[in-house]
């Protein structure tokens, strides 16, 4: 990283986030060609810029406008390109999906906290899991069940009682979603390279839903998981905020 990063920047569309854009770029200017995209906003907005930063490769250095900010720094102005200079920087490799619908058609979907599979209708699902091409559970019957990079641990997969990963632990969480049979499994950790795939069982009487992040696609019958790691993502912390550190402490929140 130069000592001095050319930067632009970014902001979510809440005054909080757009005053901040006014001021850095007051201060700071916006280069063009810059070095690193600052990202003003909350988890959410941190999670548009990364998947909308897939093909430039630049790193995201994220302020906290928002209100968890678990991916994002403490919001100040002051000496940014040296804190920038000095952050310590995070790769993520997102999750591909591949699914295919009721009436035949094939739809993708990229996931950089997790994807998850959901029924549609009052009725439980009931899914068939492979795992790298080996039928593990025969019938999940539940809610959902959802694949969650460590990035994506502390969100969703968290609240359905799957465990969280740290970054560099290489694995992937499969986390099921208010199961009900067989009742007492809990999920999986697994792999990083694990490929996963889910068949709908019943689909037209029990519709499911896909979900890749913000990519929601309905009436799937077929659903196909990796990890894609021809795709880096670079996250930028401050060295005494760093993203492992907090990834550690949320397992001893009380």
């Given at each position: 990283m130069p000592a001095s990063p050319a930067l632009a920047f970014s902001a979510a569309d809440t005054p909080d986030a757009q005053a901040a854009l006014r001021e850095l770029q007051g201060r700071y200017g916006s280069a063009s060609n810059s070095d690193v995209i600052v990202?003003?906003?909350?988890?959410?907005?941190?999670?548009?810029?990364?998947?909308?930063?897939?093909?430039?490769?630049?790193?995201?250095?994220?302020?906290?406008?928002?209100?968890?900010?678990?991916?994002?720094?403490?919001?100040?102005?002051?000496?940014?390109?040296?804190?920038?200079?000095?952050?310590v920087s995070v790769k993520l490799h997102p999750l591909r999906m591949q699914v295919r619908c009721r009436d035949g058609r094939t739809e993708h979907g990229l996931a950089i906290n997790e994807v998850s599979l959901f029924r549609e209708t009052r009725q439980?699902?009931?899914?068939?899991?492979?795992?790298?091409?080996?039928?593990?559970?025969?019938?999940?019957?539940?809610?959902?069940?959802?694949?969650?990079?460590?990035?994506?641990?502390?969100?969703?997969?968290?609240?359905?009682?799957?465990?969280i990963l740290p970054i560099s632990a290489n694995l992937l969480a499969l986390t099921p979603i208010s199961a009900f049979r067989p009742r007492r499994w809990r999920g999986a950790l697994l792999p990083s390279r694990t490929r996963f795939a889910f068949n709908v069982i019943d689909a037209g009487k029990r519709p499911v839903s896909a979900v890749a992040d913000h990519t929601d696609i309905r009436d799937v019958v077929h659903v196909e998981v990796w990890e894609d790691r021809s795709i880096d993502l670079t996250l930028l912390f401050d060295p005494e905020h760093n993203f492992e550190e907090r990834i550690l402490k949320e397992q001893f929140v009380p």
């Open positions: 990202a003003l906003g909350g988890d959410g907005f941190m999670l548009e810029t990364l998947r909308g930063s897939i093909e430039r490769r630049q790193p995201i250095y994220g302020m906290n406008l928002g209100t968890v900010g678990f991916l994002l720094n403490e919001y100040h102005i002051e000496q940014l390109p040296e804190r920038i200079a000095r952050a439980a699902a009931h899914l068939m899991i492979e795992i790298d091409g080996v039928m593990r559970l025969e019938r999940l019957i539940c809610d959902g069940v959802l694949v969650a990079t460590p990035a994506g641990s502390t969100a969703y997969n968290l609240s359905a009682h799957g465990p």
